[in-house]
């Protein structure tokens, strides 16, 4: 592993301190749109039919209409995993991408959050590092992610690492410190229910909603990283939800969902017209 004393951080999180972090919603804003929505029921493979499930999770694609109508594939969206245990905790294992102004691409951005009624784990994306310039001669031979770092902020502690560090040993143990300051004892053993999904191989769920369930699950796996199971071993998989699937405003106050949301129409053909998204 590359040194990466300068950058590797753990701290612990001072008032002070979270008063200037940024807030993850501010980068959601404009009327939103529903673009996916589906429920279901995790139950273990070998469980019988009748079997009461683990749990329920609805699932849902936000997009925010940032910018002009005919760039509105590429509008600020939130892929979100609604979960609601047994007891009636809830908990929301977000992946999402808001708005990027291209004049300012050194910004972090939102990108994977955890979160229950009472504390939330973040994940920021923070480009590359400085001084390391992606259009250079030497930027060719480069990994894509290396020069790549997230930011963790969560109440347990804020860890800033490079991507192509992400399963170093120095990571997983400062990952795994940082969770269990910020999740109670309760709040760990739900979430560790959601690392034995598996969603990779279940056909029936097709690519699209494969790929968004895969990548919302993604952010309990980095919380959690040091429980993550291997693929051979992940026994819950969903199924669709025979109840009818309830109202959105119970998840109002914890996932910040907007009002009215209206169906998110069809992108226009690609490419998009020229001069920028604004």
């Not at 031979?141 to 192509?164: H, I, K």
């Not at 819950?236 to 996932?255: C, G, I, M, N, T």
Request: proline share 10%; glycine share 6%; charged share 25%.
């Amino acid at each position: 592993m590359k040194a990466r004393a300068a950058v590797l951080l753990l701290c612990a999180v001072s008032a002070a301190l979270r008063a200037e972090e940024p807030d993850w919603f501010d980068s959601f804003k404009g009327r939103a749109f529903l673009q996916g929505d589906a429920s279901f029921v995790a139950r273990e493979k070998a469980a019988p039919p009748d079997a009461p499930p683990l749990f329920r999770a609805r699932w849902v694609i936000l997009r925010y209409a940032a910018f002009t109508e005919e760039w509105r594939r590429f509008w600020p969206s939130r892929n979100l995993l609604l979960v609601t245990m047994p007891s009636g905790a809830q908990y929301v294992l977000e992946s999402s991408l808001g708005h990027i102004d291209e004049k300012h691409l050194e910004e972090e951005q939102p990108w994977y959050r955890v979160a229950s009624k009472r504390t939330a784990f973040e994940v920021w994306a923070l480009g590359w590092t400085p001084g390391y310039d992606p259009s250079s001669p030497d930027a060719a031979s480069t990994p894509p992610c290396d020069g790549m770092r997230n930011r963790v902020r969560a109440p347990g502690g804020t860890l800033e690492y490079f991507v192509d560090d992400f399963g170093s040993r120095t990571v997983r143990a400062s990952l795994a410190e940082i969770a269990a300051g910020t999740f109670d004892e309760d709040e760990r053993r739900d979430l560790a229910v959601l690392l034995k999904m598996s969603v990779e191989s279940d056909r029936s769920l097709g690519d699209f909603l494969a790929f968004h369930l895969r990548d919302s699950l993604q952010a309990g796996y980095i919380a959690f990283l040091d429980q993550l199971q291997p693929r051979d071993k992940r026994t819950v998989v969903f199924e669709p939800d025979p109840a009818d699937p309830a109202d959105l405003s119970s998840w109002r106050a914890l996932v910040h969902l907007p009002f009215n949301l209206a169906p998110f129409p069809a992108p226009p053909p690609f490419p998009p017209p020229k001069g920028g998204v604004n």
